[in-house]
């Protein structure tokens, strides 16, 4: 039986620890929000879902920043949001109830705060380009908060082990002037479409936590 290669290996291991991470964890208090609303709410998201057929993560990507949306317009300063946006989200079967850690709405207050941040420290003075920033940094936001609220662990192993694997393979013809790190940039995307047919925020975020290691 030929060995398995060490990058294969990595990514048996990550699909472990993705199993782990789906065990409910004792002693450790988690969010609960109404049965019977959550049930009925669950069940209207998923008829919407058939007619507008996304992709769950693209669901709820979207349900994340619509309503993030909604309570920000209300309260721009977005303080004390993430406890009324993280309960509205499992009602809205969109997380599973008593599965998320208490813990996690503090997580994404700090992301609110941060995008909050950038919003108030924009330069920009014209109102549409405002706009159009709020909406980019809406949409990151939202990438984040569905990450630390949902983990991609088995998504993102399969995605790295897919890169590696096609950056053996790959050969750029010397003619083109593209350099090792443009070249793997670009790897990094075909595999995130390819694989997932992921969006333009989603990767857009996924770049950004590789071009700054401490953004999240």
Request: net charge positive.
């Amino acid at each position: 039986m030929p060995e398995l290669t060490s990058n294969t290996q990595k990514l048996i291991q990550r699909y472990i620890s993705w199993h782990q991470s789906l065990q409910t964890k004792e002693g450790i208090p988690t969010i609960h929000v109404d049965e019977v609303v959550s049930r009925v709410a669950s069940f209207y998201e998923k008829i919407r879902g058939v007619i507008d057929w996304r992709e769950e993560h693209l669901l709820r990507k979207a349900a994340i920043e619509r309503i993030l949306k909604r309570r920000l317009f209300l309260r721009k300063d977005g303080k004390e949001l993430a406890e009324p946006l993280v309960y509205e989200l499992i009602r809205g079967g969109h997380f599973p109830n008593d599965k998320i850690p208490e813990s996690k709405i503090k997580d994404v207050q700090k992301i609110i705060d941060k995008y909050v941040f950038f919003l108030e420290k924009s330069p920009s003075s014209e109102e549409r380009q405002k706009l159009n920033l709020y909406d980019w940094l809406s949409s990151i936001a939202a990438c984040e908060i569905e990450e630390i609220l949902s983990p991609p662990i088995r998504e993102n192993a399969l995605i790295e082990y897919m890169e590696e694997e096609m950056r053996k393979r790959i050969k750029v013809n010397e003619k083109l002037s593209l350099s090792e790190e443009e070249k793997n940039i670009q790897i990094y995307i075909a595999v995130q479409k390819a694989l997932f047919k992921l969006d333009p925020p989603i990767i857009s975020f996924h770049l950004l936590k590789r071009k700054f290691p401490n953004w999240n």
